[in-house]
Nanobody
Framework: VQLQASGGGLVQAGESAKLSCAAS????????MAWFRQAQGKVREFVAA????????YYADSVKGRFTISRDHLKGLVHLQMNNLKPEDTADYYC?????????????????WGQGTLVTVSS
């Protein structure tokens, strides 16, 4: 399974950005998907996760109400819509996939990872 993240860049505080992750090489519709982020010098942390359908999703408290995770089953994509961005949201963002139906919040819960896409929020 290959995951390709895109959509990072430089934004101003208060603005929005949308990340996308394209999955290929496996049954995307059977995977739970998640976004993690890692700021420079910090450990990788959970951001959001979504089940096989959009019916179940989880968010870190720090992004709840501002970020929305969603998936496009037809295109094999998972998105992270980020609104009202803050400087503390600056990080490399990674998408991840779990083929066993687990919606975890730890990096160890996910088997497949994309490369990071950098989001920089300036104040």
């Amino acid at each position: 399974v290959q995951l390709q993240a895109s959509g990072g860049g430089l934004v101003q505080a208060g603005e929005s950005a949308k990340l996308s992750c394209a999955a290929s090489g496996g049954p995307f519709n059977m995977y739970t998907m998640a976004w993690f982020r890692q700021a420079q010098g910090k450990v990788r942390e959970f951001v959001a996760a979504v089940g096989v359908t959009d019916a179940i999703s989880y968010y870190a408290d720090s992004v709840k109400g501002r970020f929305t995770i969603s998936r496009d089953h037809l295109k094999g994509l998972v998105h992270l819509q980020m609104n009202n961005l803050k400087p503390e949201d600056t990080a490399d963002y990674y998408c991840a996939a779990n083929p066993h139906g687990i919606i975890g919040q730890q990096p160890s819960d996910y088997e497949y990872w994309g490369q990071g896409t950098l989001v920089t929020v300036s104040s």
